[in-house]
C-alpha cells in the first residue's frame, strides 16, 4: 500500500514539473507572440501615420498656396504703404530743407539790417542825438512828438530782434523736424529691405509649390480636385448672396432701357491680354481628364487696371481659397461678374460702378498660372460664355 501510495505520489510530481515546464514554454510563446503582435502593430500605425501624413501633404497644397498667396498679398500691401510712406517722407523733407533755406536767407537779410541799425543808433547815441533832439524841442507838443518818434524808431528795432530771435528758433524747429525725419525715412528704408526681402523669399516659396504642383502627378492631381471644391464653394457663395439680395430686394436697378443683356456681345473686356483658357470643357492631357470651366482666364501682368465691363453695384469683394482676391459685381436682372486672381481690389462692397472704371488690379492671387486674370459672366448663378458677350479686341 505504501509503495503504491509513493508510486503515485512520484508520479504526480513528475507531471506537476512536466506541466510546469509545458506552462511555462506556452507563456513564453504567447509572451513572445504578443510582442510580434505589437510590433506589427506598430508598423500598422507607422504605416497609416505615413499615409495620413502623405494624404495630408497633399491636401494641404493648396491650403499651402492660399496661406503663401495671403502672405504674399498683405506684404506687398505693407510695401506700397511703407513706398508711399517714404514719398511722402521726401517730399516733406524736401520741403522743410526749402523752408530752412528760405529761412537762413532771410535771417542774414534780418542780420544785416540788425547790424545796420545797432551802428547807426550807436553812431547817433555817441553824437549826443537822442538828448539833442529831446532839448532842441520849441514846446511841449514838439518835445512830445520827437519823443514818440525816437520810440516808435526803437519799438521797430525791437520787433526787428524779436523777428530775428523767432526766425533763429523757427530754424532750431526745422532742424529738428528734418532731424526726426531723417531717422523715420531710415527706419522706413530698413523695413522696406525687410519687406522685400520676405516678399523675395515667398516667392521663390510659392515658385517651388507651383513647380512641384505642375511636375508631381499626384500633387497636381490633388490640387485640381481642391480647385474644383473652391469652384463648387464659389457657386454656394453666389447663390447665397443672390438669395439674399432677392429677400432684402436689393439687386442693382439700371436705367430703364439700358439693361445688360441689351448689350450682348457690345461689353467691354476687363483687361487686355492673350486668353489662355475659354469657357468650357477643358481636356487635361497631364491627368487625362475633362472638366468644365465656368470662365475665361486671360493672361496679363501683374499690375494691370481691371475695369468694370458694366455699370453696377459690388457685391463680394474679398479673398476667396483657389481664386485669390475676387470681386463680383451685380450688373442688374440677375447678372453677374466675376473677377478674381488680383493683387489689390479697389472698390468696396456695396460702391457702385460705372462701365469701364477701374475696379482692381492684376495679380496671381489663387492662380496655378503667373500673372492672369480668370473672368466670369452668370445669369441667376448659372455660367455664361463671357467671349459671347464682351465684344471683340
Do not use: C
Not at 14 to 34: F, G, M, P
Not at 220 to 233: D, F, G, M, N
Not at 300 to 310: Q, S
Amino acid at each position: 500500500m505504501k509503495k503504491a501510495i509513493s508510486l503515485v505520489f512520484i508520479i504526480f510530481l513528475t507531471l506537476n514539473a512536466y506541466a510546469q515546464e509545458n506552462l511555462k514554454k506556452i507563456e513564453d510563446e504567447v509572451s513572445r507572440r504578443k510582442e510580434k503582435l505589437s510590433d506589427i502593430d506598430k508598423k500598422i500605425k507607422k504605416g497609416k501615420e505615413k499615409i495620413t501624413q502623405a494624404e495630408k501633404e497633399e491636401i494641404s497644397t493648396i491650403n499651402q498656396l492660399n496661406i503663401i498667396d495671403k502672405k504674399l498679398s498683405k506684404n506687398r500691401d505693407e510695401l506700397s504703404l511703407l513706398n508711399r510712406k517714404s514719398k511722402n517722407l521726401k517730399k516733406e523733407m524736401l520741403t522743410t530743407n526749402t523752408q530752412l533755406k528760405q529761412i537762413n536767407q532771410d535771417i542774414s537779410q534780418r542780420k544785416k539790417l540788425f547790424n545796420k541799425r545797432i551802428v547807426a543808433l550807436y553812431k547817433y547815441q555817441r553824437s549826443g542825438g537822442i538828448l539833442r533832439t529831446i532839448f532842441s524841442s520849441h514846446s511841449y507838443l514838439d518835445l512830445s512828438q520827437r519823443t514818440k518818434f525816437i520810440g516808435m524808431i526803437l519799438n521797430h528795432d525791437i520787433q526787428i530782434i524779436h523777428q530775428f530771435l523767432e526766425k533763429v528758433s523757427l530754424t532750431k524747429e526745422k532742424k529738428t523736424t528734418l532731424h526726426e525725419n531723417q531717422k523715420s525715412m531710415d527706419k522706413v528704408k530698413a523695413r522696406i529691405l525687410k519687406k522685400k526681402s520676405q516678399i523675395n523669399n515667398q516667392k521663390q516659396e510659392k515658385s517651388a509649390l507651383l513647380k512641384k504642383i505642375r511636375n508631381e502627378k499626384n500633387t497636381y492631381q490633388t490640387a485640381v480636385k481642391e480647385l474644383e471644391k473652391s469652384s463648387r464653394k464659389l457657386q454656394s457663395l453666389i447663390d447665397r448672396l443672390e438669395k439674399e439680395l432677392t429677400m432684402g430686394k436689393g439687386h442693382f436697378v439700371p436705367e430703364e432701357g439700358k439693361g445688360f443683356a441689351t448689350l450682348k456681345g457690345k461689353l467691354l473686356f476687363p483687361v487686355s491680354g492673350k486668353i489662355i483658357s475659354r469657357y468650357g470643357n477643358q481636356v487635361d492631357s497631364q491627368l487625362n481628364t475633362v472638366t468644365f470651366q465656368k470662365g475665361i482666364e486671360i493672361s496679363t501682368a501683374r499690375g494691370k487696371e481691371i475695369k468694370a465691363i458694366y455699370e453696377g453695384k459690388v457685391l463680394y469683394a474679398d479673398w476667396f481659397k483657389g481664386y485669390g482676391n475676387i470681386i463680383i459685381i451685380d450688373h442688374g436682372d440677375s447678372y453677374y461678374s466675376l473677377s478674381a486672381h488680383l493683387s489689390k481690389i479697389l472698390k468696396g462692397v456695396g460702391g457702385r460702378v460705372e462701365a469701364g472704371e477701374v475696379i482692381a488690379l492684376s495679380g496671381d492671387t489663387g492662380s496655378l498660372k503667373g500673372p492672369s486674370l480668370y473672368f466670369e459672366l452668370r445669369h441667376h448663378g448659372k455660367p455664361l460664355n463671357p467671349l459671347h458677350w464682351l465684344r471683340t479686341h
